[in-house]
């Protein structure tokens, strides 16, 4: 990760500060609050959900004295304080850019990374993403251009086993086991050593493109322009840049993210929901040696904690006894939820309770994601169960596996959907 560098903070509120000129883009971040229902909420971006211990301890502190001292983690391994008190911002971005998370003011929004957690951990690496995470990340706050790109823009870097490359990024680089990394938005294979200027140069031909379409394109999926000439428009300016690259098909295969326990070298753990309580946080950081990983999964890999049968085993009972997943076999890590009532004013119902109350119908193999309203934030890609809350205290199912023409359900009371789920038939 990048080290704290000496400048000055300026102020932040819940009410935000305005955007880059044109993008017409309000997604939170550290210095631009969004009003809640529960308080403003500040999102720390972390690239490849990196975190030494003296950063995550900066965080849980941000949480306790500022917030509702909890922690929220997100789909991009990013970190959101909620019920954060008013007029602490200017004090909130102290702390962020004491501790180092917060190297460039004119960038935080933009540092949205998700990289392989167990890169160099493991024997499932072609290579350590870990160089890539920390030149890139120096590679876009050193770029006036990069300041233009919504917080929604997602960068990628998946160290060739295929689980971050699954996640939809606008820009992803994966590792080849020819010694390359394959560019997805050029659809070409350059050196490894480029591969964070390719991704930045991609990225700068996305923002070209967006520029002549309005304020409203935040991301790959949103232009107009077909693929195959986003592609060639990347491999023009690859040339310019004077980074070979040659044309290839992008690799197949994904996986998804660790499973809670014991892993080579490292301890994974599961937060339910996404949601670390104090306790939770303080035992995570107590376990750590040196960093925390957090997952697009709502996980945390502790490298280093498993290092030893008994040490993995002392440790793991620590963070079991906090209230955290450690067991493959539970069904938390397939079940997902916005944040619900009370916290957003769109929310229909308190999600996050009926996804607890009902845990057992996620079954054995189904993922179920249950959203307050239509926007259905967070929700993941891929095969899911989408329960998606209804003004009268129903919701809507359905699901992404499933062909069925009498798709979705409705049911009118939420007490119906273990049996609406048990219904559903592939």
């Known amino acids: 990760m990048l080290t704290a560098m000496s400048m000055a903070v300026p102020p932040s509120s819940p009410q935000g500060t305005p955007g880059a000129p044109g993008r ?5 971040g550290a210095l631009r609050l969004h009003t809640a229902d529960d308080g403003a909420l500040a999102r720390v971006r972390v690239p490849g959900g ?42 909130l971005a102290e702390l962020l850019s004491t501790s180092g998370l917060l190297p460039s003011p004119g960038h935080e929004r933009v540092r949205n990374i998700v990289a392989s957690p167990l890169s160099g951990l493991d024997g499932n690496s072609l290579c350590d993403v870990r160089p890539w995470l920390s030149a890139l990340d120096a590679a876009l706050c050193a770029s006036d251009a990069a300041r233009e790109l919504s917080g929604r823009f997602l960068f990628a870097l998946d160290d060739g086993r295929g689980d971050v490359a699954a996640l939809g990024a606008d820009v992803t680089v994966r590792a080849t086991t020819d010694g390359g990394a394959h560019l997805s938005t050029g659809m070409v294979r350059v050196a490894r050593s480029d591969a964070p200027g390719a991704a930045l140069a991609a990225a700068e031909v996305f923002l070209e493109a967006a520029r002549h379409e309005g304020d409203r394109v935040w991301r790959v999926s949103g232009l107009g322009l077909p693929g195959d000439e986003l592609a060639a428009r990347v491999r023009r300016r690859l040339t310019a840049a004077g980074i070979p690259h040659e044309r290839r098909p992008a690799p197949t295969g994904t996986v998804g993210g660790p499973a809670p326990g014991v892993l080579d070298g490292a301890l994974s753990v599961h937060v339910s929901l996404g949601r670390l309580s104090a306790r939770q946080w303080q035992e995570l950081t107590g376990v750590a040696r040196t ?52 916290g957003c004013a769109r929310a229909h119902a308190d999600v996050r309770a009926d996804a607890a109350r009902m845990l057992g119908a996620a079954g054995e193999h189904r993922s179920l994601y249950w959203s307050g309203c239509e926007r259905r934030c967070g929700r993941p890609r891929g095969d899911h169960v989408d329960l998606v809350a209804s003004p009268g205290g129903g919701y809507r199912i ?7 023409a009498a798709l979705p359900v409705e049911v009118s009371d939420a007490s119906h959907v273990p049996a609406a789920l048990a219904g559903m038939t592939s």
């Open 24 to 28: 017409g883009d309000a997604c939170p």
């Open 50 to 91: 990196v975190l030494n211990v003296c950063q995550a301890l900066a965080l849980g502190t941000a949480a306790r004295e500022l917030g509702d001292g909890d922690l929220h983690l997100t789909s991009r391994g990013n970190v959101q304080l909620r019920g954060v008190r008013e007029g602490c911002g200017g004090e």
């Open 291 to 342: 960093e925390l990983r957090l997952t697009p999964w709502r996980g945390v890999v502790i490298p280093g904690a498993g290092s030893s049968a008994g040490e993995a085993g002392v440790s793991l009972g620590r963070l079991r006894a906090a209230g955290l997943v450690t067991d493959d076999s539970s069904p938390w890590p397939r079940v997902g939820a916005c944040v619900g009532r009370p």
């Open 398 to 404: 359905s699901d992404t596996t499933l062909t069925s």
